[in-house]
């Protein structure tokens, strides 16, 4: 397959899959294909390289379902970036508000030639409803409270970028644990690098049954601030609750927010991160959201570079699968 970046080597032999629905089916070889050719595309980005004619005449399709800032112009700008072309897909002036079903949407979406659909849904599972019903790429942008996959992929790649290897680091997942589908698929792809995580927030929003997923939960974070070397400050996601998890956001903030004092307190290294959007004063204050073991804006480079190897590897995979 033609490209005009030749560091990203050869179309890897061990990637086959077109679709990507979730971190927790990938093999470890799987996610590690994914990292390494983000961190390609990352490399470029560093020395000043932009465009790439890896992906002519691709068209990527997002149907995005719920709001986005960084997710949904990231994929489009990776496209963009690899020569392909993006088209945005409005719901509320869609046949969807006439009854038309979301797979039959799909389905003429892909009659009109696009080779990639990034899908956002508030319910699990129509990603993989959707992969079962087309023949071209279908890539989770976030379904419910299940999966993020390609969020899950730049917090990784962000860690492995200041830590080297995961293997054996303590990673604290704190906030809205019931609600995220970014605490899942970074504990999906953490457990697979080696990683030890520890699940932190109110008992209302972090049950013991996270055990079950191999991991440690806990109730205060206080107790877990020596023992981490990465911190994954969520959001509250209050547009997925129906009753309030604790008696105020002040509340919250003092117990499990990320203050200057907490820092001081922490391992020397800690590196702090967030998937963003970030509530100011609530889960981190300014002193540590822009201090300089924060990488939240690295995040976001890593995140166009990690959607422009999703990109493709799942395109290539999909001409092999398709016999193109």
């Given at each position: 397959?033609f490209?005009?970046?030749p560091?990203?080597?050869?179309?890897?032999?061990?990637?086959?899959?077109?679709?990507l629905?979730?971190?927790?089916?990938?093999?470890?070889?799987?996610?590690?294909?994914l990292?390494?050719?983000?961190?390609?595309?990352?490399?470029?980005?560093?020395?000043?390289?932009?465009?790439?004619?890896?992906?002519?005449?691709?068209?990527?399709?997002?149907?995005?379902?719920?709001?986005?800032t960084?997710t949904?112009?990231?994929?489009?700008?990776?496209?963009?970036?690899?020569?392909?072309?993006?088209?945005?897909?409005?719901a509320?002036t869609?046949?969807?508000?006439?009854?038309e079903?979301?797979?039959?949407?799909?389905?003429?979406?892909?009659?009109?030639?696009?080779e990639?659909?990034?899908?956002?849904?508030?319910?699990?599972?129509?990603?993989k409803?959707?992969s079962?019903?087309?023949?071209?790429?279908?890539i989770?942008?976030?379904?419910?409270?299940?999966?993020?996959?390609?969020?899950?992929?730049?917090?990784?790649?962000?860690?492995?970028?200041?830590?080297?290897?995961?293997?054996?680091?303590?990673?604290?997942?704190?906030g809205?644990?019931?609600?995220?589908?970014?605490?899942?698929?970074n504990?999906?792809?953490?457990?697979?690098?080696?990683?030890?995580?520890?699940?932190?927030?109110?008992?209302?929003?972090?049950?013991?049954r996270?055990e079950?997923?191999?991991v440690?939960?806990?109730?205060?974070?206080?107790?877990?601030?020596?023992?981490?070397?990465?911190?994954n400050?969520?959001?509250?996601?209050?547009?997925?609750?129906y009753?309030?998890?604790f008696?105020?956001?002040?509340e919250y903030?003092?117990?499990?927010?990320?203050?200057?004092?907490r820092?001081?307190?922490?391992?020397?290294?800690?590196?702090?991160?967030?998937?963003?959007?970030?509530?100011?004063?609530?889960?981190?204050?300014?002193?540590?959201?822009?201090?300089p073991?924060?990488?939240?804006?690295?995040?976001?480079?890593?995140?166009?570079?990690?959607?422009?190897?999703?990109?493709?590897?799942?395109?290539?995979?999909?001409?092999?699968?398709n016999?193109?």
């Amino acid at each position: 397959m033609f490209n005009d970046l030749p560091e990203l080597g050869e179309f890897p032999a061990a990637w086959k899959r077109k679709h990507l629905l979730g971190l927790e089916d990938l093999t470890r070889e799987e996610l590690l294909i994914l990292l390494d050719k983000a961190q390609v595309f990352r490399d470029a980005f560093d020395q000043g390289r932009r465009k790439f004619s890896i992906l002519p005449g691709h068209t990527s399709v997002t149907l995005f379902f719920e709001n986005s800032t960084r997710t949904r112009t990231s994929f489009s700008l990776a496209a963009q970036r690899l020569g392909a072309s993006c088209v945005a897909f409005a719901a509320s002036t869609s046949s969807l508000s006439k009854g038309e079903s979301i797979v039959d949407t799909a389905k003429n979406l892909e009659a009109m030639g696009c080779e990639s659909m990034v899908v956002r849904h508030s319910t699990p599972g129509i990603p993989k409803l959707l992969s079962e019903n087309v023949h071209c790429s279908i890539i989770n942008a976030g379904d419910g409270a299940h999966e993020h996959p390609t969020q899950g992929l730049l917090d990784i790649l962000t860690m492995r970028q200041r830590l080297g290897s995961l293997e054996g680091k303590t990673v604290g997942v704190v906030g809205d644990i019931a609600h995220s589908r970014v605490a899942r698929s970074n504990v999906w792809g953490l457990k697979k690098l080696g990683a030890n995580v520890i699940v932190c927030g109110p008992s209302t929003l972090v049950s013991p049954r996270w055990e079950e997923m191999g991991v440690e939960y806990s109730h205060s974070l206080d107790k877990i601030l020596t023992r981490v070397d990465v911190l994954n400050m969520l959001r509250i996601q209050f547009e997925r609750q129906y009753t309030s998890p604790f008696p105020s956001i002040r509340e919250y903030s003092l117990l499990f927010g990320m203050d200057g004092d907490r820092l001081r307190r922490a391992k020397p290294d800690l590196l702090v991160i967030a998937p963003g959007p970030i509530n100011r004063g609530v889960e981190l204050t300014p002193e540590v959201a822009d201090g300089p073991q924060s990488a939240i804006l690295d995040q976001v480079s890593n995140g166009l570079a990690v959607r422009m190897a999703v990109l493709w590897l799942t395109d290539g995979a999909r001409k092999l699968t398709n016999n193109e």
